[in-house]
Nanobody, 116 residues
Framework: VQLVESGGGLVEAGGSLTLSCVVSGRPSRMYGMGWFRQAPGKDREFVASIAWNGLALRYSDGVKGRFTISRDNAKNTVYLRMSSLKPEDTAVYSC??????????WGQGTRVTVSS
């Protein structure tokens, strides 16, 4: 299984970005997806997750109401729409694939920088 993220970049505070994560070689079992981020000098943190059927959406408190996770199973792609971005959202964002609640595969990440 391979996960490849895209869509990161530099954006001004208050702006928006949409990240994409394409899954190739996907497992035969149904899988959930999650987004995580790691800011410079900080531990990786959970951002959002979505179940295989597009339901059971979860968000961290810090992004709730600003970020939206979605998926298109026909395209093997999960998205993270980020709005009202803040400088503290600056991080490397990675997607991950979960089976049975365990994250088993990770992408390399895409960098998001929010300028003030």
């Amino acid at each position: 299984v391979q996960l490849v993220e895209s869509g990161g970049g530099l954006v001004e505070a208050g702006g928006s970005l949409t990240l994409s994560c394409v899954v190739s070689g996907r497992p035969s079992r149904m899988y959930g997806m999650g987004w995580f981020r790691q800011a410079p000098g900080k531990d990786r943190e959970f951002v959002a997750s979505i179940a295989w059927n597009g339901l059971a959406l979860r968000y961290s408190d810090g992004v709730k109401g600003r970020f939206t996770i979605s998926r298109d199973n026909a395209k093997n792609t999960v998205y993270l729409r980020m709005s009202s971005l803040k400088p503290e959202d600056t991080a490397v964002y990675s997607c991950a694939l979960s089976i049975g609640g365990v994250y088993e595969a990770w992408g390399q990440g895409t960098r998001v920088t929010v300028s003030s």
